[in-house]
């Protein structure tokens, strides 16, 4: 049996062996231990510009979007409710993205004002 990890990277090297252009990846983190999880979110990052891809990541691990977004939406009320780069959608006034900003620990691009 595989760990969830191996499973993830068998995954990633099954989608990569085509030369995609766009990546669609879910929840990609998910059940996967801290270490293990930004393992995968380096990896992806490494995928995407080794191949010159767009990656569009859906996920709710928040440590996640802000590794590897270069620009993150927040799907809210069954809309894109925001789109932004990662510095400035932090500081978007809006109660869900306050609260995702005080629940993100030993994050650079999170840090406290």
Known sequence: DLSGGMKKRAGLARLIVYRPSILLYDEPTTGLDPITAQQINELIVQIQSE???????????????????????????????????????????????????????????????
């Open 51 to 113: 191949l010159k891809s767009t990656s569009i990541v859906v996920t709710h691990d928040v440590h996640s979007a802000l590794f590897i977004g270069d620009r993150l939406a927040l799907h809210k009320d069954g809309k894109i409710a925001y789109v932004a780069e990662p510095e400035e959608f932090l500081n978007i006034d809006d109660p869900i993205i306050s609260f995702l900003k005080e629940n993100l620990t030993h994050h650079p691009r999170a840090k406290k004002e």
